[in-house]
């Protein structure tokens, strides 16, 4: 089917019909005003209709560790770290649990540089079971990064419910790139490994990568739609201080914005980040973000104060929401917080 000289209303009907050629994506992805709209408004019917309640998941984020292995292109952790690494205690991370349990949380974020070493995935295990022993309705999700597929096991068994582990980009030139130390094979095959250990699984890409095309985001969205996944995110690409990408340009935030709202159309069912990189790239971006579709939101209340500024995912200078912010937001969106889990 050729489809070069489709128009905007065309694409709409044939992303409403379910039909996701490439070329309707591509189209889609450089959406901008009236089009756009159209295109939010398409997505979010789709969310409301699989979250009729229309709740937002509310995870709080406990930055375990920011030991890291990997030294991405894109990042200043790891080896390319100037800052102190750490690791919380078992203590610590129970006492963070605690605390975020009275509070209402139910839904937690353990969040960690990549870090192979048994003992620290041991650690991680222990804590988790630690956690499920006392409160059994807590929703735990890792983000670990590549681990053995023993290892996946091992964390799933201790009580685990789910895993995020993004492909970041399906163009395997622009991943080894951006990840010199990995391949893209290797990491689908994470992928598939969590998978198979019985996770239910968050994938997604970073929009705005060095030399990514718009052929390259609708490729990122077919693979997020072949995987059987339950969570899917777009963050948006931003140069980290000391990394080897610096000096490269932010990534567009209406790209990334047209992404989300294609994930949701895609795949209705799904959880979809609001993620805090829309906020820094500019005010007010994670409320376009559920005006785009997604239903879930990270509150960054679970890191120790004093060492938020040493998990520099794609800034030293981060933007890290607090509830209230998130109140606001979600009910100009005309959506409400959860208190639970919107599944496990």
């Known amino acids: 089917m050729i489809l070069n000289d489709i128009r905007g209303q065309e694409v709409l009907k044939y992303l409403g ?23 939010f408004k398409l997505a979010r019917e789709r969310r409301d209709k699989a979250f009729p309640e229309k709740f937002v998941e509310v995870r709080s984020v406990v930055e375990i560790s920011n030991k890291c292995r990997q030294g991405c292109s894109y990042c200043s952790m790891g080896k390319k770290m100037a800052i102190r690494e750490y690791t919380i ?7 963070v649990i605690n605390y975020l349990y009275n ?19 041991d650690m991680v295990s222990r804590c988790i079971e ?8 807590f929703i735990i999700i890792l983000c670990l990064g590549n681990l053995s597929k023993k290892q996946y096991i ?4 201790a009580g685990a419910e789910r895993y995020i582990l993004k492909f970041e980009t399906s163009n395997p030139e622009i991943y080894k790139k951006a990840k010199p130390n990995d391949s893209l094979e290797n990491r689908l095959r994470c992928i598939d490994n969590i998978l198979e250990a019985g996770f239910s699984l968050g994938s997604g890409n970073i929009v705005g990568l060095p030399g990514q095309t718009i052929t390259d985001i609708a490729n990122d969205l077919t693979l997020m739609h072949k995987y059987n996944l339950s969570m899917n995110s777009a963050t948006v ?15 567009d935030l209406n790209l990334t914005l047209n992404t989300m709202a294609l994930m949701r159309i895609m795949n209705p069912g799904r ?13 007010g971006g994670q409320l376009r973000g559920l005006m785009a579709g997604a239903n879930t939101v990270t509150i960054h209340d679970g890191t120790p104060e004093e060492l938020k500024s040493l998990f520099p995912i794609y800034s030293v200078n981060r933007v890290t929401p607090n ?4 109140t606001d937001i979600v009910e100009q969106a005309y959506l409400k917080l959860s208190k639970e889990a919107l599944y496990v």
Do not use: C, W
């Not at 005003?33 to 159209?38: F, G, R, V």
């Not at 630690?130 to 309705?137: A, F, I, M, S, T």
């Open 17 to 39: 019909k379910g039909i996701f050629y490439r070329e309707i994506l591509e189209k889609a992805l450089l959406f901008d005003n009236e089009e756009q709209k159209a295109l």
């Open 89 to 95: 205690d078992e203590s610590t991370l129970i006492s």
């Open 103 to 121: 509070r209402g949380r139910r839904v937690v974020l353990f969040q960690s540089g990549e870090n192979g070493e048994q003992g620290y995935i």
């Open 130 to 137: 630690k956690v499920k022993d006392k409160y059994n309705d």
């Open 154 to 157: 091992q964390l799933r068994m």
């Open 237 to 251: 690409f931003i140069p980290t201080e000391s990394s080897a990408y610096m000096d490269e340009p932010v990534g």
């Open 271 to 283: 959880l979809i980040p609001a993620t805090s990189s829309l906020e820094k790239v500019k005010k």
């Open 323 to 326: 509830k209230q912010h998130f």
